[in-house]
């Protein structure tokens, strides 16, 4: 499993890893209960296919670190030096979440999503057309647990509500390393109108101002035109 390789090459060793297995049907399961064997800081959990929200939601429960940090089966740390260099930023700063830059191995190479370290505010997170995936984020576990974790109502966006929780309660930096290596091809990106559809829901349901919300209306409108433009080219 590349997930569990790329997690057991960290200079950080201090950790445990939670495996929530949906309706899987490769060998995922066995694999993750004979992980769980050779190694005890593996638990495995299986659900019942309630979706990728849900299972983080579960993993969150049973987290007893201080941290935690949430991929994908296949996903992968960029180098063995992330754990460290994230849990030593979110020591030195009193916020609730550190998100770096993440890569995606296309056919072509290496596509890289990379940003200039600042404090994260609603507006530079919320109107960022890449603000980052989860697979490249740390989070303070129990500020995640007071706030409700994921909300589920929101099948694709999630993440995007999660953060401005996040933000609004504790705080969050950006910084310029790249923390994580992704597969492409996940339903947000299968989906991406409805993603738009979702963020603009979401700035609206945080309540910010008739401002805001002229903004997100419009700012959704140039992304949904964009896309479809780029697609009608193609």
């Not at 995936?133 to 007071?146: G, I, N, W």
Request: include cysteine.
């Amino acid at each position: 499993m590349k997930t569990y390789a790329s997690l057991n090459c960290q200079d950080f060793q201090r950790w445990e890893m939670i495996i929530v297995v949906g309706d899987s049907t490769d060998q995922t399961l066995s694999s993750s209960y004979s992980l769980s064997v050779s190694d005890s800081r593996v638990k495995v959990f299986q659900q019942e296919g309630l979706g990728i929200y849900t299972a983080m939601n579960q993993g969150l429960k049973l987290a007893r670190g201080k941290y935690v940090w949430f991929m994908n089966a296949g996903d992968q740390f960029f180098s063995e030096g992330v754990l460290l260099r994230s849990v030593d930023k979110m020591g030195s700063a009193a916020i609730g979440l550190v998100v770096g830059g993440y890569a995606i191995r296309r056919n072509k190479g290496l596509e890289v999503y990379k940003y200039s370290g600042k404090l994260l505010t609603f507006l530079s997170f919320a109107y960022t057309r890449h603000g980052g995936c989860h697979q490249a984020m740390l989070f303070q576990t129990k500020l995640l647990k007071e706030i409700g974790g994921y909300n589920t109502r929101y099948l694709l966006a999630s993440d995007f509500d999660l953060i401005i929780r996040v933000i609004k309660n504790a705080g969050a930096i950006r910084v310029s390393d790249i923390y994580a290596m992704i597969e492409p091809g996940g339903q947000a990106d299968r989906s991406i109108l409805q993603v738009l559809s979702e963020k603009h829901q979401i700035r609206r349901e945080h309540k910010l101002g008739n401002s805001t919300f002229l903004i997100s209306l419009v700012w959704t409108f140039l992304a949904r035109t964009k896309i479809l433009m780029r697609g009608l080219i193609r």
